[in-house]
């Protein structure tokens, strides 16, 4: 079965925002490479200590991937209109946990609520301007 993972690309902030994804989904990192690593020596000083990947396995095969744009490649605009990630949660429970948790510090777009198409749906940019949609399957 294919599986899709996404990948979320920061500004020097890779580590602390992939903490307190941390902080939500629970788990254990399975991948943290800074640039050092692979560079060695002829990493900028700036880059050196920056993230070149972070994973952090989600549930059931998912897993969440990030990412800092070094130095050279400028920066990623944190306000542009990016696809969303999208989280579907197993209860009800659940989706208000993960909601609730996910969107401290950021801004709220949609609060959780019955959704038109028949799902209990959020939608919200986190604190690192990250845009997510959570939801449970049934309104009810």
Request: proline share 5%.
């Amino acid at each position: 079965m294919t599986t899709i993972h996404p990948w979320i690309n920061f500004n020097g902030n890779a580590e602390e925002a992939f903490a307190f994804y941390k902080s939500v989904f629970g788990g254990e990192y399975t991948n943290i490479i800074r640039f050092k690593e692979i560079v060695g020596a002829d990493a900028p000083t700036a880059d050196a200590e920056k993230i070149m990947r972070i994973t952090l396995p989600i549930s059931n095969g998912s897993v969440l991937i990030g990412n800092d744009v070094p130095s050279f490649m400028g920066t990623v605009n944190e306000r542009e209109n990016r696809s969303k990630i999208a989280i579907t949660a197993e209860t009800k429970e659940e989706a208000e946990r993960i909601f609730a948790g996910l969107s401290a510090g950021g801004e709220v777009e949609v609060p959780m609520d019955a959704g038109p198409w028949g799902t209990y749906f959020g939608m919200f940019r986190d604190k690192y301007g990250i845009e997510w949609t959570v939801e449970h399957p049934s309104n009810k």
